[in-house]
């Protein structure tokens, strides 16, 4: 396979100040007033299928907030225990490297936020977090009725303290830099699909490229962009 040269694209994350104690429904209105960046690379052409993909991102320092917006042919949840294998359901995935990519955490839900988390420096080298680091997560899925047509809409509201990254020392997210990409999958779906936020270059569906990561600025406290 031959791509064009690889892009990397970037997002400066904006800080959002909430209050002390805010609620799940409180942070999906917020997050649904910031930019919304799209997941629409195919890399891998035998698996055309294209699901409208945007996600928006912001954090608080301490925080990362993260919102996937979903509409897709089929939407299938079955896997409800942590650690299970949510990539074969409608699932969508953040990868994030503090390190330039040398080990990175893979952050996977379905439609429902049951979450698979690990951390490793490719993926077939992969630890799984403990159940209680990936409790930490809080997660406020929204699923929208369907309405006469076949498509299925859904949105999931994630809040992952800097704690979840547990092999990292991360006392604070301000000014800091990541390398991540997003993504949005189905392995046992009637339509399986792979897309990616940043094009990937490889044979074969893999996720697990750092080397094909974009680049996340994380605004300064200082500095709240768009707060």
Known sequence: MSFRKTVMKQITVPYLSLADQFDM??????LDSKDRHVIA???WPSWS????????????????????????RETKTVYTEINDPVYKDSCVEF?????????????????KGVCLAGYGVNREERELLPVEVVELIKCFPIC???????????????H?????????????LSSKEASAN??????????????SWNQIDSDEPNFHLPEYFGKLTFTSTSNPLNS
């Open 182 to 195: 997003f993504y949005k999958c189905g392995d046992d779906l009637a339509l399986p699909h792979f897309l």
């Open 144 to 158: 929208h009725p369907v309405y006469g047509d076949e498509t299925t809409h859904w949105e999931l509201c994630l």
């Open 49 to 72: 299928y294209k699901p409208e993909v945007r996600f928006s991102i912001a954090h608080n320092d301490q925080s990362i907030f993260l919102k996937y917006y979903v509409s897709e």
């Open 95 to 111: 990868f994030i490297s503090f390190n330039q990519g040398n080990s990175y955490y893979n952050l996977e839900f379905n439609s």
């Open 25 to 30: 429904i409180e942070l999906s209105r917020s």
């Open 160 to 172: 992952i303290p800097v704690g979840v990254f547990c092999y990292d020392q991360l006392p604070e």
């Open 41 to 43: 690379e195919i890399s």
